[in-house]
Protein backbone atom coordinates (compact mmCIF):
# COMPACT_ATOMS: atom_id res chain seq x y z
CA UNK A 1 0.00 0.00 0.00
CA UNK A 2 1.78 3.19 -0.85
CA UNK A 3 1.87 5.68 1.25
CA UNK A 4 1.07 3.33 5.00
CA UNK A 5 3.82 1.65 7.18
CA UNK A 6 3.42 -1.21 6.32
CA UNK A 7 4.05 -4.06 9.90
CA UNK A 8 6.72 -6.00 8.87
CA UNK A 9 7.69 -9.09 11.44
CA UNK A 10 9.76 -8.53 14.29
CA UNK A 11 13.05 -10.05 13.21
CA UNK A 12 12.87 -7.26 10.14
CA UNK A 13 11.90 -4.17 11.96
CA UNK A 14 14.98 -1.57 12.80
CA UNK A 15 16.70 -2.32 15.52
CA UNK A 16 17.32 1.13 18.10
CA UNK A 17 21.34 1.19 18.48
CA UNK A 18 22.45 -0.20 14.54
CA UNK A 19 23.73 1.72 11.93
CA UNK A 20 21.25 2.28 9.75
CA UNK A 21 21.16 3.96 5.73
CA UNK A 22 18.59 6.55 5.70
CA UNK A 23 16.72 8.12 2.48
CA UNK A 24 13.63 9.97 1.67
CA UNK A 25 11.39 8.09 -0.53
CA UNK A 26 10.05 11.29 -3.16
CA UNK A 27 7.08 9.52 -3.99
CA UNK A 28 5.65 8.59 -0.51
CA UNK A 29 7.57 11.11 1.80
CA UNK A 30 8.39 8.89 4.13
CA UNK A 31 11.90 7.96 4.85
CA UNK A 32 13.07 4.58 4.35
CA UNK A 33 15.26 2.98 6.97
CA UNK A 34 18.07 0.34 5.43
CA UNK A 35 19.92 -2.28 7.12
CA UNK A 36 23.80 -1.10 6.82
CA UNK A 37 24.55 -4.81 5.90
CA UNK A 38 22.67 -5.94 3.38
CA UNK A 39 20.84 -2.52 2.11
CA UNK A 40 17.39 -4.12 2.32
CA UNK A 41 14.51 -1.27 3.13
CA UNK A 42 13.43 -2.29 6.21
CA UNK A 43 10.93 -0.25 7.60
CA UNK A 44 9.24 3.39 6.36
CA UNK A 45 9.03 5.98 9.06
CA UNK A 46 7.30 9.41 9.35
CA UNK A 47 10.94 10.80 10.63
CA UNK A 48 14.09 9.27 11.99
CA UNK A 49 16.24 10.14 14.46
CA UNK A 50 19.94 9.40 13.60
CA UNK A 51 23.36 9.96 15.63
CA UNK A 52 26.95 9.77 14.50
CA UNK A 53 25.79 10.99 10.89
CA UNK A 54 27.76 11.05 7.50
CA UNK A 55 25.86 11.97 4.08
CA UNK A 56 26.88 9.91 1.61
CA UNK A 57 26.32 11.01 -2.45
CA UNK A 58 26.81 8.41 -5.19
CA UNK A 59 28.02 10.86 -7.78
CA UNK A 60 27.96 8.24 -11.25
CA UNK A 61 24.70 7.93 -10.12
CA UNK A 62 23.64 11.71 -9.25
CA UNK A 63 25.30 12.40 -13.19
CA UNK A 64 22.71 9.67 -14.31
CA UNK A 65 19.76 11.53 -12.83
CA UNK A 66 20.90 14.83 -13.75
CA UNK A 67 21.54 13.82 -17.52
CA UNK A 68 18.55 11.44 -17.30
CA UNK A 69 16.18 13.32 -15.61
CA UNK A 70 14.69 10.56 -13.48
CA UNK A 71 14.64 9.67 -9.78
CA UNK A 72 17.00 6.87 -8.44
CA UNK A 73 18.42 6.62 -5.00
CA UNK A 74 21.83 8.07 -4.62
CA UNK A 75 21.82 10.14 -1.37
CA UNK A 76 22.12 8.78 2.09
CA UNK A 77 22.55 9.46 5.79
CA UNK A 78 24.18 6.42 7.36
CA UNK A 79 24.09 6.97 11.43
CA UNK A 80 23.37 5.35 14.45
CA UNK A 81 19.56 4.37 15.12
CA UNK A 82 18.35 6.52 17.75
CA UNK A 83 14.31 6.57 17.21
CA UNK A 84 11.73 6.73 14.60
CA UNK A 85 8.04 7.69 14.46
CA UNK A 86 8.32 9.61 17.35
CA UNK A 87 7.44 12.99 16.36
CA UNK A 88 10.61 14.67 17.46
CA UNK A 89 10.84 18.87 18.19
CA UNK A 90 12.98 20.36 15.76
CA UNK A 91 12.72 24.08 16.83
CA UNK A 92 15.89 25.53 16.77
CA UNK A 93 17.44 22.96 14.30
CA UNK A 94 19.56 23.94 11.27
CA UNK A 95 17.46 22.34 7.87
CA UNK A 96 19.49 20.48 5.68
CA UNK A 97 18.35 19.01 2.46
CA UNK A 98 19.99 17.99 -0.97
CA UNK A 99 19.06 19.05 -4.36
CA UNK A 100 20.90 16.35 -6.93
CA UNK A 101 20.22 19.59 -9.65
CA UNK A 102 22.13 22.49 -7.41
CA UNK A 103 25.07 20.17 -6.10
CA UNK A 104 26.71 17.09 -5.18
CA UNK A 105 26.29 17.21 -1.73
CA UNK A 106 23.68 18.33 1.21
CA UNK A 107 23.59 21.52 2.49
CA UNK A 108 21.89 23.93 5.25
CA UNK A 109 19.49 26.59 3.75
CA UNK A 110 22.47 29.33 3.48
CA UNK A 111 24.03 26.59 1.15
CA UNK A 112 26.83 25.45 3.11
CA UNK A 113 27.82 22.10 2.77
CA UNK A 114 26.91 19.14 5.39
CA UNK A 115 29.58 16.27 5.35
CA UNK A 116 28.82 14.83 8.69
CA UNK A 117 26.48 15.42 11.90
CA UNK A 118 26.40 14.36 15.50
CA UNK A 119 22.90 14.00 15.39
CA UNK A 120 19.63 14.31 12.45
CA UNK A 121 16.19 14.60 13.01
CA UNK A 122 14.77 13.68 9.81
CA UNK A 123 11.50 14.86 8.87
CA UNK A 124 9.12 16.75 6.45
CA UNK A 125 10.90 16.12 3.64
CA UNK A 126 13.92 17.45 4.86
CA UNK A 127 16.61 16.38 7.90
CA UNK A 128 17.42 18.70 11.04
CA UNK A 129 20.96 19.39 12.69
CA UNK A 130 21.05 19.91 16.27
CA UNK A 131 23.25 23.49 16.57
CA UNK A 132 26.38 22.93 18.60
Given at each position: MAGKNVPLPAAQ?????????VHLNLR?????????????????AIDVTLEDVTFIVHETTRQRVISERC????????????????????RGMTRVTYNPYRCGHFTTTDGTPVERAALMIFRDRAGYQKDN
Open positions: LPVIGAEAFTGYFSISDRRTKRVLYHRRVHAWALGTLVDFDSNPDV
